[in-house]
């Protein structure tokens, strides 16, 4: 082991895993803002015969109980211990691989949104940052606790332990690549690093400064224009997502529509969550996207779509979680007998509130009241929302994590005093869940994961508040949600086998997040606040947020079909999933179903950036009748 002494504080340690003997050298380059510095490593093998060598650079402080943070990756404990989903876990002193639960982490580079390992000890915290790729081949990440002392690493090559995670309850055993030292070979090795501050919200100026360094080596080339993709989106939510019986968007639909010579019915899914995966959030997308370019059908389907929903709600008042053609309307995809998911219907009236503003409509109006009354109603004193919700008796079924975020949005925009009042109480509430760097529980297919859809909720939430009150309070929030949601972003460009789909497209995923730490693949649905971090950055003058808005829209105007045929499905399909790591599926494919909220998303920001020279802030939607009179106080429509 040779030891470097890093001239802003700290030390590195490098070592040669494997049969030397190896000569290692380093130096040391200039210091950035952030106090970053680069180390460059020059690395001999002596020995007489080829050896197997893994170069570990790693950096350790003292920690007693320690915070990790692998950008997209990991985060903190990274599962909670009540959590259902089955992913990596961090527990002190624990060792049970087989559970996914240990003191000891590594993982390949691709996973992670910024090949960097960061954490947090007693007095401060450190960093180690690299490429996804090195001259020895893929980077590693890695982590371990003793105890006493945290330590992080790079490996050259990469070391999966203490097994590999494919998305899958059983895990794969562990994995690691190999490079076979020839007798004299040297090697040019490049790490960074720097020492932290103890406010874990460190991390945002030492990522934004990283973003800029790889921003040269990481082109993104959009196939079509904005214009172009919002018209491409929209024909695929109308010709392959929409049923007019009874009014659906349908959430997925296979490429491949000759599957078993049934037009692939086998494969689509007949069913329409009312947001989330689908229904309202995207009708009102092409409701917006019919009334700009004048296509009547547009309009007719979502307006189709959004009174099915609006006239079926569920006798708790709100809306029902998902429909399916063999059984109607049921609850959200919870284990949880009759439990409605509290993101899922806070999402719905949300954008039913925005489409209001397109299309008034009385019965619109009354089902969005009748959600905002019913939540408000079983909001605790300290402005929980609750998480899961009876369908019939509207009892709160669990109040744990964030998920009532996006509550908080559709509250704030609602316009009379009372739902402003609660969106303050539970803003209060969630600030604790920001403040901690650690927002979970929006997505109901991961239980209370942390993911990047918490990030987009709590940002959708903050400026809201922002926005109605003035308040610089919540500017501050909204500010720190989007710079923990921007960790899962990718800010650099994963290297694709030249004969993957992804590889052969060039698909660049600079501007993709990555889901989840549970769902490692990129998604696009960080373009539902694309209109947020726009407004974010003017509220605060900083264009940096509106530069990974636009970002993250020229990134999913790849991959477009724009004709049937095109990446081996029709005009419109959109994939949901781009494997950018082995998980689910090998590194380099994509899902080939469509998903109704992926074409969603992007015809929602593509109309949010059409329609960026108007006032785009919600109005007071529900203090006005459909005629426009203006109502006093807390009064209903007649």
């Known amino acids: 082991m040779v030891t470097f002494r890093d001239p802003g504080g700290g030390e590195v340690a490098v070592e040669v895993l494997g049969e030397g003997p190896f000569t290692v050298e380093g130096r040391w380059g200039r210091p950035l803002p952030t106090g970053r510095r680069e180390l460059r490593l020059t690395v001999r093998h002596d020995g ?43 527990e002190a002193g624990a060792d049970r691989p087989e559970e996914m639960v ?68 059983p895990p794969l055993p562990a994995r690691a690549a190999e490079h076979v030292w020839q007798p004299g070979e040297t090697r040019v090795l490049t790490a960074a690093t720097c020492g932290l501050p103890a406010d874990r919200h460190a991390y945002a100026p030492l990522l934004r400064e990283d973003r800029e360094l790889r921003l040269p080596g990481a082109p993104v080339r959009p196939w079509e224009s904005v214009e172009s993709a919002a018209d491409i989106a929209a024909d695929g939510l109308y010709r392959w997502h929409y049923d007019p019986d009874p009014g659906v968007l349908l959430e997925t639909v296979g490429f491949d529509r000759e599957v078993s010579g049934t037009n692939g019915e086998r494969v689509d899914r007949q069913a329409m969550h009312v947001g989330w995966v689908s ?8 409701l917006e996207h019919g009334l700009r370019t004048g296509r009547a059908e547009h309009v007719a389907a979502a307006e189709r779509v959004i009174g099915f929903v609006c ?8 809306f029902w979680g998902t429909w399916y053609r063999h059984a109607g309307w049921a609850q959200s995809w919870t284990p949880v007998k009759d439990a409605l ?12 509130l925005r489409a209001l503003r397109l299309r008034p409509d009385p019965e619109w109006a009354a089902a969005a009241r009748s959600n905002l009354d019913a939540v408000t109603a079983r909001q605790r004193p300290d402005g929980n929302l609750g998480a899961l919700h009876h369908a019939v008796t509207g009892e709160v079924l669990s109040w744990s994590g964030a998920s009532g975020l996006t509550w908080v949005a559709a509250l704030a925009e609602a316009g009379p005093e009372r739902y402003l009042a609660a969106a303050v109480r539970a803003g209060e509430y969630y600030t604790r869940f920001v403040r901690e760097e650690f927002i979970h529980g929006a997505p109901e297919d991961v239980d209370l994961a942390p993911t990047s859809e918490d990030g987009y909720a709590a940002v959708l939430a903050y400026l809201a508040l922002h926005r109605r009150t003035g308040e610089r309070r919540w500017l501050d929030l909204a500010r ?106 090998p590194k380099g494919m994509y899902l080939t179903l469509s998903h109704a909220w992926s074409a969603g998303v992007l015809l929602l920001a593509c109309e949010q950036v059409l329609a960026a020279s108007r006032d785009a802030r919600p109005r007071a939607l529900l203090e006005r009748e459909p005629g426009g009179r203006k109502l006093s106080g807390d009064a209903q429509p007649a």
């Open 480 to 585: 720190r949600a989007a710079d923990w949601t921007l960790t899962f972003r990718y800010t650099y460009n994963v290297r694709f086998g030249p004969r993957t789909p992804l590889g052969a497209y060039g698909f660049a995923t600079r501007g993709a997040d990555q889901a989840s730490p549970s769902n490692q693949h990129v998604h696009a649905y960080g373009l539902v606040c694309t209109a947020e971090l726009i407004e974010l950055s003017r509220a605060l003058g900083d264009p940096y947020y509106a530069e990974r808005a636009r970002e993250s829209l020229a990134c999913f105007r790849q991959l477009l079909p724009a004709a049937d045929g095109d990446v081996n499905g029709y005009r419109g399909m959109i994939t949901e999933r781009y494997y950018q790591t082995d998980c689910f599926q």
């Open 341 to 352: 998911h509290a993101r899922t219907l806070g999402e719905a009236t949300l954008f039913l």
């Open 48 to 90: 007489p015969v080829p050896a197997v060598g893994t170069v570990r650079v790693s950096r350790s402080l003292p920690a007693a109980d320690p915070w990790w943070l692998i950008p997209g990756l990991f985060y903190g404990e990274n599962r909670p211990a009540a959590c259902e989903r089955i992913f990596p876990r961090f």
């Open 279 to 286: 229904g309202i959030p995207w009708a009102a997308a092409l």
């Open 102 to 169: 240990s003191a000891r982490w590594g993982f390949r580079a691709d996973r992670a949104a910024t090949p960097a390992v960061l954490a947090w000890g007693d007095d401060g915290g450190a960093a180690l940052l690299a490429d996804e790729e090195s001259p020895l081949g893929p980077t590693g990440l890695a982590f371990e606790h003793d105890g006493e002392r945290a330590t992080i690493a790079l490996l050259f090559p990469y070391r999966e332990y203490p097994v590999t995670y494919y998305g899958s309850a």
């Open 311 to 318: 006239a079926n709600l569920s006798p708790s008042g709100t």
